[in-house]
C-alpha cells in the first residue's frame, strides 16, 4: 500500500489584476501549505477508484473526477500502465477554496511518479499537473510561492513553517466560476513585493472576497468570528471561499478558539492546523 499526503491549499493573498482573452483571470497569489488534509491510497493488488471519508459521500458515484483524470493523465505521458486501485480519503470539504481537487490530483501523480521511479522534478510532471488545472502545479510541489498568470507561474519563497493557523467553513459549498463572474473588473494593484510571508500576506487582500460574499454571504460571519478570536493575526478567505482562516500568535490560542468554535458554531467545519 502507497500513501500520500493532499495537504490544503491555502491563499494567504489574491490579488485578480484582468480578465485575459482566453477566459482566465491574471492573478497574484500568496500560495501556502498547511499540514493537514485529504490522503491519497493506492493499492497495487486492487482496481478501480473509491472515495471514502468524512466528505467522500459528496464525491460518491461520480466516474470522473481529478483524481482518475490525474491518474490517467500520468500514465498517458510516461506509457506506463496505472493499475491497482486508488482510495481518496476526502477530510476536506468540497469547493471550499482550499484547492482540495488540485491536492488530490498532485498527490495521486506524486503517488504514481513514486511508483513508477520519476523524479517529481521531471518537466513532463509539471507539464500533466498544469494541463489538470491552476492549481495542481504548486500542489505538486507543496511549497510556498508567489503564484502569477493563472496560477502556475511559480516563484519559490521562504514560508513560515509551524505558525498556529485555523481553518473555518460555514458549512457551504461556492463555486468558482460564479464568484469570478462576479468580481467587478477593478484592478485594484499588484502584490507587495517586500517583508515576510504573514506581512506581505497582511498587506494584501483577497479580491475574491467581495463578490464571493453575494454567492454566500455566510462567509462574513465566519471571517468576523475569527477577527474576535483572542491571539488572531491574519484573518481572511482563502481562494473564492467559503473557507476562511486565521493565522494565531502561538498554539493556545489556536486550540481556544477551536474549542470556542466547537461551542459556538457545532455546524460549522473547522481544522486545527499549521503552516507546512
Given at each position: 500500500?502507497?500513501?500520500?499526503?493532499?495537504?490544503?491549499?491555502?491563499?494567504?493573498?489574491?490579488?485578480?489584476?484582468?480578465?485575459?482573452?482566453?477566459?482566465?483571470?491574471?492573478?497574484?497569489?500568496?500560495?501556502?501549505?498547511?499540514?493537514?488534509?485529504?490522503?491519497?491510497?493506492?493499492?497495487?493488488?486492487?482496481?478501480?477508484?473509491?472515495?471514502?471519508?468524512?466528505?467522500?459521500?459528496?464525491?460518491?458515484?461520480?466516474?470522473?473526477?481529478?483524481?482518475?483524470?490525474?491518474?490517467?493523465?500520468?500514465?498517458?505521458?510516461?506509457?506506463?500502465?496505472?493499475?491497482?486501485?486508488i482510495t481518496l480519503d476526502k477530510r476536506l470539504?468540497?469547493?471550499?477554496?482550499?484547492?482540495?481537487?488540485?491536492?488530490?490530483?498532485?498527490?495521486?501523480?506524486?503517488?504514481?511518479?513514486?511508483?513508477?521511479?520519476?523524479?517529481?522534478?521531471?518537466?513532463?510532471?509539471?507539464?500533466?499537473?498544469?494541463?489538470?488545472?491552476?492549481?495542481?502545479?504548486?500542489?505538486?510541489?507543496?511549497?510556498?510561492?508567489?503564484?502569477?498568470?493563472?496560477?502556475?507561474?511559480?516563484?519559490?519563497?521562504?514560508?513560515?513553517?509551524?505558525?498556529?493557523?485555523?481553518?473555518?467553513?460555514?458549512?457551504?459549498?461556492?463555486?468558482?466560476?460564479?464568484?469570478?463572474?462576479?468580481?467587478?473588473?477593478?484592478?485594484?494593484?499588484?502584490?507587495?513585493?517586500?517583508?515576510?510571508?504573514?506581512?506581505?500576506?497582511?498587506?494584501?487582500?483577497?479580491?475574491?472576497?467581495?463578490?464571493?460574499?453575494?454567492?454566500?454571504?455566510?462567509?462574513?460571519?465566519?471571517?468576523?468570528?475569527?477577527?474576535?478570536?483572542?491571539?488572531?493575526?491574519?484573518?481572511?478567505?482563502?481562494?473564492?471561499?467559503?473557507?476562511?482562516?486565521?493565522?494565531?500568535?502561538?498554539?493556545?490560542?489556536?486550540?481556544?478558539?477551536?474549542?470556542?468554535?466547537?461551542?459556538?458554531?457545532?455546524?460549522?467545519?473547522?481544522?486545527?492546523?499549521?503552516?507546512?
Amino acid at each position: 500500500m502507497l500513501i500520500e499526503p493532499a495537504p490544503a491549499k491555502l491563499n494567504l493573498a489574491l490579488h485578480v489584476r484582468r480578465r485575459r482573452d482566453d477566459g482566465y483571470h491574471e492573478l497574484e497569489t500568496l500560495f501556502a501549505f498547511v499540514r493537514d488534509g485529504d490522503v491519497v491510497r493506492l493499492d497495487p493488488e486492487g482496481q478501480g477508484f473509491a472515495v471514502e471519508g468524512p466528505f467522500g459521500a459528496v464525491l460518491a458515484g461520480e466516474g470522473d473526477n481529478l483524481v482518475t483524470r490525474a491518474r490517467d493523465a500520468f500514465g498517458a505521458a510516461f506509457g506506463v500502465a496505472t493499475p491497482g486501485q486508488i482510495t481518496l480519503d476526502k477530510r476536506l470539504p468540497v469547493a471550499s477554496g482550499l484547492g482540495g481537487g488540485s491536492a488530490d490530483a498532485a498527490a495521486t501523480l506524486r503517488l504514481l511518479a513514486r511508483r513508477a521511479g520519476v523524479a517529481i522534478e521531471d518537466q513532463r510532471m509539471f507539464a500533466v499537473a498544469d494541463a489538470l488545472g491552476s492549481d495542481v502545479p504548486v500542489c505538486l510541489y507543496g511549497r510556498t510561492a508567489i503564484g502569477t498568470g493563472r496560477g502556475e507561474r511559480l516563484e519559490w519563497i521562504d514560508g513560515a513553517p509551524g505558525v498556529p493557523v485555523l481553518l473555518v467553513n460555514p458549512g457551504v459549498a461556492v463555486s468558482t466560476g460564479a464568484v469570478f463572474r462576479a468580481w467587478d473588473g477593478s484592478d485594484r494593484g499588484p502584490m507587495p513585493a517586500d517583508g515576510d510571508l504573514i506581512a506581505r500576506a497582511k498587506a494584501g487582500r483577497n479580491d475574491l472576497y467581495p463578490p464571493a460574499l453575494t454567492v454566500a454571504p455566510e462567509i462574513a460571519e465566519a471571517v468576523a468570528w475569527l477577527e474576535c478570536q483572542p491571539g488572531a493575526d491574519l484573518c481572511r478567505m482563502s481562494g473564492s471561499g467559503a473557507t476562511c482562516f486565521a493565522t494565531f500568535a502561538d498554539g493556545a490560542s489556536g486550540a481556544a478558539a477551536a474549542e470556542r468554535l466547537h461551542h459556538e458554531h457545532p455546524d460549522w467545519w473547522c481544522l486545527e492546523t499549521v503552516l507546512s
